[in-house]
């Protein structure tokens, strides 16, 4: 498999109302920010765009430290980190945190990480990734420089595959990963992957041998969540094969309906929203959760 990931600004697809910004940072490490908060959809190239900024400013692997807040949530594991940035860099470089997940931190974990942004020592950075934003401290997106990446459009996958695959699709192909892919630059290439491991030929292929893409996947929650589904895309949901993105896309989404106030998901997904909240702490897997959702539905 290719698996391409971008190690150069210039190989970031789809956010170009940022490439001026993250060229001119890569030119003169200076301008970056200590406290940056890169906001956007899943698999759009958040995390890259800090990798690569945080290779520029380091010059020791040690001085580097990457956080899934999904897994490292609480107050203590804040105040740990705070601690370590507390001693300078080992090398002549910077010393990078990059905190991924961050939204998925418990209210007085971010407080703690407030702290610590408002005030980081010299040559510390800071640069922190979310899905949602909206879950965060208002305080935290207020002490940091905010880069708001956005979905790929048609044209971008495009130049992303033809990029990452040397020219190995046709056009149809390419806009047919697109749209199962829903702008999403990760499962566009990992769409393309399986189509080249696979001897994809042609669209028709491509629907047999991907299997469900975000933006399918994403219809089917629509449809629960104004009740118009049967109990055959029910048994979809619990058929494909990446469960863990069905769960991310199940989380996303009905939070966004929540926010939205849509009165059919609080009222049939009310439980089910509590028992998301203790997953976090009792590690329910991603098909128990899955199962939860379909009950909760039936119910």
Not at 269 to 288: P, Q, S, T, W
Request: hydrophobic share 45%.
């Amino acid at each position: 498999m290719v698996g391409f990931r971008p190690d150069d600004v210039g190989k970031i697809f789809g956010q170009d109302h940022l490439l001026d910004l993250l060229i001119n940072w890569s030119e003169d490490l200076k301008q970056i920010p200590q406290s940056v908060l890169f906001a956007g959809p899943y698999g759009v190239g958040k995390t890259s765009i800090a990798r690569i900024l945080a290779s520029k400013l380091v010059s020791s692997k040690t001085d580097l430290k990457e956080i899934n807040a999904a897994d490292a949530r609480g107050i203590e594991d804040v105040r740990s980190w705070a601690e370590s940035a507390k001693f300078s860099p080992l090398g002549a470089g910077g010393k990078v945190y990059i905190i991924d997940e961050l939204h998925q931190m418990t209210t007085a974990a971010q407080s703690a990480l407030l702290k610590v942004i408002e005030e980081p020592p010299a040559n510390i950075y800071f640069f922190l990734c979310t899905t949602e934003p909206f879950r965060l401290l208002p305080a935290i997106k207020s002490r940091c420089t905010v880069l708001e990446l956005k979905l790929l459009g048609v044209q971008d996958t495009r130049r992303l595959l033809a990029f990452a695959f040397k020219g190995k699709f046709n056009n149809e192909i390419l806009d047919a990963i697109h749209v199962k892919s829903g702008g999403h630059a990760r499962d566009a290439v990992k769409m393309a992957e399986i189509a080249i491991m696979t001897n994809v030929v042609n669209v028709d292929d491509l629907s047999g041998k991907v299997g469900f893409g975000r933006s399918e996947i994403e219809g089917i929650f629509l449809n629960l969540f104004r009740n118009k589904v049967g109990l055959n895309q029910l048994q979809v949901l619990t058929s494909i094969q990446d469960s863990e993105l069905v769960v991310q896309i199940m989380d996303y989404m009905l939070d966004m309906a929540v926010m939205e106030g849509n009165e059919f998901v609080v009222r049939k997904f009310g439980e089910l929203i509590k028992v998301r909240i203790a997953k976090r702490e009792h590690k329910i897997n991603a098909g128990e959760q899955i199962l939860h959702f379909i009950s909760a539905y039936l119910t």
